[in-house]
């Protein structure tokens, strides 16, 4: 038991906070703060900023120009396809178009305050 609580106390002080920035690039303004996550590495914090910038292109749902797999499947053609389209050949078009609209970064985490945007707040107005 003792040797377990070392393990884990050991793994706590390797995490490390990160500044998480998400969104869509283009006229939506690419990616914005969002929040301060703790995680084990850089890339467990990219993998939440990724995944965060993914569900806020489907969340528009084919609004603002932003491709549907719905909207693939009808019209083949205009991303390469044809009628012999597999399900996953109209996923991987619809993957590469959430690619090119999707924006996400991470920041280490310093400590020191972040305002609204991520950027370090000294507390003076």
């Not at 906070?17 to 303004?29: D, E, H, N, R, V």
């Not at 910038?53 to 120009?65: F, I, P, V």
């Not at 996400?104 to 507390?123: A, C, H, I, L, N």
Request: a negative charge; hydrophobic letters at 30%.
């Amino acid at each position: 038991l003792t040797k377990r609580l070392k393990i884990a106390r050991r793994e706590v002080r390797k995490m490390k906070k990160f500044k998480i920035y998400y969104g869509l690039g283009g006229s939506f303004g690419g990616a914005k703060f969002s929040h301060i996550e703790e995680c084990k590495d850089k890339y467990e914090a990219e993998e939440i900023a990724y995944g965060l910038a993914w569900e806020e292109y489907e969340s528009y749902g084919g609004l603002h120009g932003l491709t549907s797999e719905a909207e693939i499947r009808e019209n083949l053609e205009d991303y390469g396809l044809d009628e012999t389209a597999t399900e996953q050949d109209i996923y991987e078009a619809y993957q590469e178009e959430v690619l090119s609209w999707i924006a996400y970064r991470v920041e280490e985490w310093d400590g020191r305050p972040v305002d609204e945007d991520g950027m370090v707040y000294d507390g003076e107005e």
